[in-house]
Antibody, heavy 112, light 112 residues
């Protein structure tokens, strides 16, 4: 069955770079898109960006200068890297296959 | 960016009551390919979002048929015909017609 699981550090210092991995199973990354969505504590959802089956990417313009999404199809993994983190980047980060299937999310706190 | 305005922000209901949530867009969500990329999600407390409706009115896999979606252009509605206890949580509309994809602010469904 389709599964997605996010992993990464729970704590990141301000100004540092966040690196997250979404490990998927039950489908091919070359046939489906995977997107990242985040949710600050107690707040709503924000689409960050995604990588399509052909490897092309789209980013939220508000984050584009800091964000990079890539993948390793041989490992069934999608990566998120975002630099210059600030405290308002504290959030739960979800990966999702085309909005139909979602990971459990990973909480990332930006704090010194 | 497209702004999605959901009303009401809080909805109190009794079990068995039928309720509706409105989602209004700042721009038409009709894409040049003829599709309208408007989705509805439910996020139960402590859980990942669950897709309920895609392309305005199509029921997601495994979603009970008491949920229905309607609308066109800039005005959309999610209806629950007979609220059940498992329906409590926050509902979000989302558009993927225009980049960046954007979510509404959410509607919290609670028991009266």
């Amino acid at each position: 069955q389709v599964q997605l699981k996010e992993s990464g550090p729970g704590l990141v210092q301000p100004s540092q770079t966040l690196s997250l991995t979404c490990t998927v199973s039950g489908f091919s990354l070359t046939s489906n898109s995977v997107h990242w969505v985040r949710q600050p504590p107690g707040k709503g959802l924000e689409w960050m960006g995604g990588i399509w089956g052909d490897g092309s990417t789209d980013y939220n313009s508000a984050l584009k200068s800091r964000l990079s999404i890539s993948r390793d199809t041989s490992k069934s993994q999608v990566f998120l890297k975002m630099n210059s983190l600030q405290t308002d980047d504290t959030a739960i980060y979800f990966c999702t296959r085309e909005l139909a299937y979602w990971g459990q999310g990973v909480m990332v706190t930006v704090s010194s | 960016d497209v702004v999605l305005t959901q009303t009401p922000s809080i909805l109190s209901a009794t079990i068995g009551q039928s309720v509706s949530i409105s989602c209004r867009s700042s721009q038409s969500l009709l894409d040049s390919d003829g599709n309208t990329y408007l989705y509805w999600f439910l996020q139960r407390p402590g859980q990942s979002p669950q897709r309920l409706i895609y392309l305005v009115s199509n029921l997601g896999s495994g979603v009970p048929n008491r949920f229905s979606g309607s609308g066109s252009g800039t005005d959309f509605t999610l209806k629950i015909s007979g609220v059940e206890a498992e329906d409590l949580g926050v509902y979000y509309c989302m558009q993927a017609t225009h980049a960046p994809w954007t979510f509404g602010g959410g509607t919290k469904l609670e028991l009266k």
